[in-house]
């Protein structure tokens, strides 16, 4: 059969369909779950952000931590006129790497591409091929991408195209999401320089130096709240010797307390501390905290 010039662009058209398919099959069957989407962020070198904002705004948190929008800076209220996007109203999840290099954010909701990138592009961002980036002070860059319908993807750091590092999907050493709507994790290279962390928790830090990995979780615990601590260390001999010298810490604490004849107010710090409760289960140490809810909102305050 000879071979006409029709027949190799019918193939060529059929190639190319077929190509098309399956980068659109590939991009429809993607997986953006929150788990999914906390392995596109790095758990080595820097820590590691999860807030549900769903869960805040159902127990009232959020208003209560956000304030009322007559005190909303004229900035914020411009871009929300130009993009169409409240916090209050249409973000769901945050996901966030602070890094020594660049930070990334992962945000879910109900986003519009199409008016975050025009609100970009009136203040001077340079687009291409769905790419944001935005020259901030300090010779840094705002970057944004989509990566879903309700997913888009912030970076900042010292070069345009930071946000690409989201792009990847990394191996991590937990994969599984924690349960609890709002989570730290601190990796080993962090905590040993936690200059970016406020001089409060630096403090609080230092009772768990040493620790391979340190998570924190705030979750809901009936009328109250619960700060959970787990620090994980290299040996069961560190994480029993840490154990230790935090139960010295909360009585030494208590002492200080009862020798005064003082109670402390339910919504300062020092009163979760002295209920604080400790265990270990081989090289982890978890601690409990129980907080009230005028204490949670009082920290937030503070920071």
Known sequence: MRIRPWHLALLMLLLCGGVFALLEWRRSHRDFSDAALLMRLPDADGSCLYLDVRALR???????????????????????????????????????????????????????????????????????????SLGLSGGRFLSAIPLSENVVAFGVGGFRTVVFSTLDLRARKDPNLPSEPLWLEFSEAFLKNPKRLPEGTRAFLTAVAGA????????????????????TFATPEEAAAHRAKLEENTNLLRTFFERDHQQPDSSTVAKALLAGSFEQKGVQVIGRWPLSKALFLNVVAAH
């Open 212 to 231: 391979k990995k340190v998570f924190f979780a705030v979750s809901p615990d009936g009328e109250m709240m619960q700060g959970l601590l787990t620090a």
């Open 58 to 132: 159902r127990s009232g948190l959020l208003e209560a931590i956000a304030g009322p929008p007559t005190e909303e800076e004229p900035e914020y209220k411009a871009f929300v006129a130009a993009s169409g996007f409240d916090y209050r109203v249409h973000l769901d999840t945050i996901m966030a790497y602070f890094g020594p290099d660049f930070d990334l954010f992962i945000v879910r909701g109900q986003l519009s591409w199409g008016q975050i990138s025009r609100y970009m592009k009136d203040n001077a961002a340079q687009c291409t091929n769905a790419v944001c």
